[in-house]
């Protein structure tokens, strides 16, 4: 049940949804994967709408060069905080009322099991995809549902893969390269494509909208274009 605090802190999203949409949101459990670019303002985003439990996974320390767009990492993290340590003592501070849980590592077949066990929604955070269809063979094996997001430069894409209902990651990107080193990536990109995602995780935890199942949703910031590809 929602506290009295907690209705009034959700008081604008329970207008959309009811309460029993935000008692589903509190109810819920969330790993985000990856907490860079993308994941910064997805976790924040799911931390503020109220899900239950986030679950933060990443390997890698914050560096000068992250700061442009993940939000979540600061000046005074650099060379003292691994990622998802970072990123939990920001969102318990936001939120007090939700829980963050965190895993420091590199996600493989021998632990992704016991990792992502019990988790309702997972958010594809990353920036190759190897460790991408990692998640989506463990989604598809589990009937999880799987949030896709990437970036580059002003690009971005976004999909959710429902298993039974949606084509596989692995059937959307049949070939991929191999990830590049480096890449151009504004911040802002990431804020608007990690947004979307968040929203998409929202919308299939409430029942509320249409995620994008089936359907590839292609932006371009810089010219303000959003196309939206069947995948059927």
């Not at 929604?121 to 269809?133: A, G, M, Q, W, Y």
Request: aromatic share 6%; hydrophobic share 40%.
């Amino acid at each position: 049940m929602l506290s009295g605090k907690e209705i009034e802190r959700y008081d604008r999203q329970i207008m959309i949804f009811g309460r029993e949409g935000q008692e589903k949101l509190k109810g819920s459990k969330v790993a985000v994967v990856g907490v860079g670019g993308l994941g910064s303002p997805v976790a924040y985003y799911l931390a503020a709408a109220g899900i239950g439990r986030l679950l933060l996974i990443d390997e890698q320390e914050p560096e000068l060069s992250n700061l442009n767009r993940q939000i979540l990492h600061w000046e005074e993290d650099l060379g003292k905080n691994l990622k998802p340590l970072s990123a939990r003592w920001k969102l318990e501070r936001f939120n007090s009322d939700i829980e963050i849980e965190t895993f420091v590592g590199r996600l493989s077949e021998e632990n992704i099991d016991g990792v992502l066990e019990g988790v309702d929604v997972i958010v594809d955070c990353l920036d190759n995809f190897e460790t991408r269809f990692l998640l989506d063979d463990y989604a598809q094996r589990n009937r999880v549902p799987l949030v896709h997001g990437a970036v580059e430069g002003t690009f971005g894409q976004v999909t959710t893969v429902v298993p039974g209902v949606t084509k596989s990651l692995r059937e959307i990107f049949p070939k991929v390269g191999k990830k590049k080193e480096k890449f151009p990536i504004l911040g802002a990109t990431a804020g608007v494509v990690g947004s979307i995602q968040a929203m998409e995780v929202v919308k299939l935890l409430t029942g509320i909208g249409e995620p994008l199942l089936n359907k590839l949703l292609i932006v371009d910031l810089a010219f303000n274009t959003f196309d939206v590809v069947e995948l059927r």
